[in-house]
């Protein structure tokens, strides 16, 4: 069929710009002089235009456009690629071009922006292109779909399928169950012995520990590597390249090892899909929540066990035998698991971190719903905080200045950390009926893991949605009582 | 002028091209998993292609052809560039597409086939290729010029305006006066206490030293970094962005240390030229030759003189205390131009360096002629080995098949490694008559030497050619005098 081959040879052509751009943005990312970043923003400009110019082109409208009127006729992973193809088109054409480039333009300049007021802790400084980004996300958010709710369309742009209802069910169950629990555990009064945790770790050794914990954890080398940067992130441009970094910070341990651990599950993801997917749409994994699921997984759930540190303490204490004098199995369990109402989300326990998840959530729907101005953030941020954490930020830097995504123009993202969280507890619970997961990870056997998640949810790449996927792996749609039931367990056994 | 705002704009969108796949080269040298390679291959060739479509542009002939037709017209700098676009998109437009194409491939093929073949001595595995590479380079040049000796048109390539005839005279001076030099050398029985640099110099620690002499060199650390790859090199896209790398054998103290000044002399050469070619074809040094004189002008005249040691052996002796116990500064210079007839090029002392080049430059110069076929390569590498070394090579694995140069289709390439540190010397013997070079170099003020090197050559790009800029800067045309003087006077006092 011609127009099945002319769109292959699109998309392998739109994924050859995307993969040069790719590496660029990796180099920039670990290792690009500062004196690279003019010259490069002007050089790639001009690659993203025609890189832009492909993806829009008369052509490849006819080629998709073509395809979608007989899709039916088609087999199921085409069929599924197309209906990509012609949402993500629609999407852009629907924009006009004028108010995309100006809002690009506005993003590049919101996010130093972003960076001086919270460097200065000067809401105001921001609060202008804050306000035209929110008038932009609603506007194209109309654009695309003017039946549906601004924030749904946003939401939906994150996490295939997910709306403010289903989302509003998810956090009423983490604000009745999991908001109480959280106080509770607050004032248990429990005393840790984990003063050892704070001490300076050298960063040699981190990276020696970090190199460790990737192989212990089943990293393909030959597919990929281990690298710093100041912020750690997973990237990939087909399974036999992926990449994590992470960072080494002096008196932060854990962090290290933790953020490692965490990019570790994403790349795993990233390592395990079926290379036949690699020309086509449904390459790489499904969706954020999914994605997040994976590293969500293998931090805490592996990462944070007991079983895990029954077996790997050694090695740790060997790497760092001055700081770990005296330090018992589970003094370390605990130590990793301790539980602390603070203020900033990159640095929250396992616990806490989805009430940090659910003030961004609330602020957001309200937000795009007209219910509070950005003006008013900071002051709603603020009781949100005292509501569900019992503390209040002593200024917006600590507050709702903290993180990078709505500088970018990202709104809708928020959720996915907590609901792909919420997913790893209920892929867990399935895992858990067919071995025992956590033998598995005392007896440093990672294989059984990584198979089982290859063969249930890693190998589809994005051929199978969120939701699909879940009810096949899991037998049932999403339900967040596999999470809250996981956390109530886990920190009732540790504090209570 | 429409044509030269046009002109400008089809420059910058090869630029672009240029640039993006000159990142995915530098990923791909010093750190991209092998699992990357077979796709990256694909996605590469796809922009690659795009690239070249451009390169080869209806649109862009007419500009080019329209600015050339009225060429007097045009400010001097735009002039040249003119000329340079012209013969570059002559070059590309009389070699017929399909050989072009094939060429490709065959060049593809053979270097894998070449290292093949080294790694197993076997040179017959590799001559079917090498005969068909011969066969094209022959062809093409003819195809470019067929006035021309086939040989005249591959060494313009490699350095604007250098003929056989020049070259000729080049060698014949080294023929003269520095073979028979280099036998009394070899002969003079001289004994050096070396043997600490043949000890185990741990990687790390090589690691501290070169970075530490980069720095004390002057590299400009915010445009650029040095990194490690198999086989160092010197990358670029702009002056703010140039990065070297090094290798850190454990036995080799000495070849990490010279690679690293070795790569910094290109290194520094890029940082220094002026930011307003940056988007034109005069960017970037002006030919091989000039290139190769900066690395080996930092490498040898300046790396491995008396003065520079007496300043920074203090410092290697402080990263290596173990190893450098009782090693005197006069040890310490004798051992760095410790002097050997041996077989591999790039592991040449600076004395018999020229040998080996002139060895290749014989031999490219007679295949091309039609005198030699390429099955008599063997034998007539290891004769010239005989008459300018006296030692003879007992495989092909470290005789005529340890270059990779032949294998990717360069030939002509070799002769600029030897030009290009003959220049070194006659731009050293303008240099020394304003200041007291080494007394600079005593007082580790590289300052006044970087400024002279920056204001005579670097910072003019290819805006002037090696011939003009040799000229205006020593006042005189290439002399190969020079390089011969100063070579019997360093090495008549470390040896004679």
Do not use: C
């Not at 506007?139 to 939401?155: R, S, T």
């Not at 300076?200 to 981190?206: F, I, V």
């Not at 369990?333 to 326990?349: G, L, T």
Request: charged content about 30%; hydrophobic content about 35%; cysteine-free.
């Amino acid at each position: 069929m011609e127009l099945a081959k002319q769109f292959r040879e699109h998309v392998l052509k739109q994924k050859a710009y995307a993969y040069v751009m790719n590496v660029v943005g990796w180099d920039s990312a670990t290792e690009a002089p500062k004196g690279a970043f003019q010259r490069r923003a002007q050089l790639t400009g001009i690659i993203s235009a025609e890189s832009f110019k492909l993806r829009t082109s008369k052509e490849y409208q006819e080629v998709v456009n073509g395809l979608f009127e007989t899709i039916e006729t088609l087999d199921d992973e085409l069929q599924r690629e197309i209906k990509k193809a012609k949402k993500d088109l629609d999407q852009i054409l629907k924009i006009p071009q004028n108010e995309y480039v100006e809002y690009g333009q506005l993003v590049g300049l919101s996010q130093r922006l972003w960076e001086e007021a919270k460097e200065n802790d000067d809401f105001e400084m921001f609060k202008p292109n804050l306000e035209k980004l929110v008038a932009f996300q609603r506007k194209f958010a109309n654009y695309i779909d003017k039946e549906k709710h601004p924030y749904n369309v946003m939401l939906d742009n994150f996490e295939e399928g997910m709306t403010m209802d289903e989302y509003d069910k998810f956090f009423n169950a983490l604000r009745k169950d999991l908001v109480p629990f959280v106080k509770k555990v607050l004032n248990s009064g429990k005393v840790l012995n984990d003063a050892f945790s704070g001490l300076d770790y050298e960063q040699e050794n981190q990276k020696e520990f970090s190199e460790y914990v990737v192989d212990v954890l089943g990293f393909n080398r030959d597919g990929g590597l281990l690298k710093e940067s100041v912020h750690p992130f997973t990237w990939n441009t087909h399974p036999s390249d992926v990449r994590l970094t992470t960072r080494y910070l002096p008196d932060m341990v854990f962090s290290s090892i933790f953020a490692t651990i965490h990019e570790l599950g994403h790349a795993l993801y990233e390592q395990q899909i079926d290379e036949k997917f690699n020309n086509t749409l449904l390459n790489g994994g499904t969706s954020m929540g999914v994605h997040e699921s994976q590293s969500r997984f293998y931090e805490n759930v592996l990462g944070r066990s007991k079983e895990f540190w029954a077996t790997h303490l050694d090695k740790f204490k060997e790497v760092f035998p001055e700081q770990t004098k005296n330090v018992t199995l589970d003094d370390f369990h605990r130590a990793v698991n301790k539980v602390e109402a603070s203020f900033i989300r990159v640095e929250a326990d396992e616990l806490t971190y989805p009430l940090h998840i659910m003030v961004r959530y609330e602020i957001e729907r309200i937000l795009m719903n007209g219910e509070i101005t950005v003006d008013e953030l900071p002051k709603v941020w603020n009781n949100k905080m005292v509501e569900y954490l019992g503390i209040e930020p002593k200024n917006n830097a600590e507050g709702v200045l903290q993180d990078v995504h709505w500088s970018a123009g990202l709104f809708g993202y928020f959720p996915t950390y907590a609901l792909g969280t919420a997913y790893a507890a209920q892929f867990y619970n399935t895992m858990k009926k067919e071995f025992n997961v956590l033998e598995e990870v005392r007896n440093n056997n990672f294989d059984k893991i990584n198979e089982w998640l290859k063969n249930k949810i890693h190998k589809f790449g994005s051929s199978k949605d969120p939701k699909e996927l879940l009810l096949e792996v899991t037998g049932e749609e999403f339900n967040p009582k596999y999470y809250v039931d996981y956390l109530i367990e886990k920190y009732t056994e540790l504090y209570l």
